[in-house]
């Protein structure tokens, strides 16, 4: 079911594609240009997007990948995402890469983006700081962290979080965590935990060696 709906999406995605490529020859201001440039940004995210339902169900795909290159592309997502003006979010990154893992970059980019996520929502209408933190463990291990200075999670709440349909949220699906705990967990033999805080929440993704 969700492989024939990633394949349904392919035509028209490859359209909406070959009419923004009409458009940008035409688009002669600097906004047109601008909305262009964006259009095939959110067309190639959606293509990505569409790939993650053909994993479903499926043994993930190890390869060779760099997890700082993984950062960098969900953390400029967002930034060009976040509101700037009354409540600034800031999103920051620090990373002593490369980072090699070996793993299934659709999977792990599924997982990383389910917790930043959160924190930019945590951020939702009141602004804060976010920082996104990749190294290379004397071990040999990866370890990522996303720190955000939101209101955290309530303590009574922690143990519940990872749990599929667990949502504080008016639109929530409950499904981030859960999804982004099994792809870490189950499918590279990793952890994905929150570490005990007493102000804002700290995610800590470990990618074995
Ligand atoms: N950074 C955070 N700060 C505060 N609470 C958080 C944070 N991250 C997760 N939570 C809590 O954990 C709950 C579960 O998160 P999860 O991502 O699984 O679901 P969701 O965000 O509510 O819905 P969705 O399926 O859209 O992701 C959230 O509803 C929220 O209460
Ligand atoms: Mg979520």
């Known amino acids: 079911m969700a ?71 969900v953390t400029e997502y967002f930034r060009a995402r976040v509101p700037t003006l009354s409540h600034t979010v800031q999103i920051a990154l620090k990373t002593s890469g490369p980072l090699q893992v070996k793993g299934d970059p659709v999977l792990i980019e599924w997982a990383v983006e389910a917790v930043v996520k959160n924190a930019v929502d945590a951020l939702a209408g009141r602004g804060g700081r976010i920082l ?47 999804l982004a705990r099994r792809i870490v967990a189950e499918s590279h033999r990793g952890s994905l935990a929150l570490l005990p805080s007493s102000r804002g929440a700290r995610f800590e993704f470990i990618f074995p060696a």
């Open 132 to 178: 996104v933190e990749g190294e290379r463990l004397p071990e040999g291990d990866i370890r990522v962290r996303v720190t955000d200075d939101g209101p955290g999670v309530p303590r009574d709440l922690r143990k519940r979080i990872f749990d599929a349909g667990f949502s504080t949220k008016e639109r929530g699906w409950g499904i981030g965590l859960a």
């Open 3 to 73: 492989r024939e709906s990633a394949h349904q999406l392919g035509t028209p995605i490859s359209s909406l594609a070959g009419w923004v490529e009409l458009l940008a020859d035409r688009a002669n201001d600097e906004l047109g240009q601008r909305a262009v440039g964006h259009m095939a940004g959110d067309i190639e995210r959606l293509e990505r997007v569409a790939h993650r339902f053909e994993r479903i169900g499926r043994p993930p795909q190890k390869e060779d990948l760099d997890v700082e290159t993984i950062l960098q592309r």
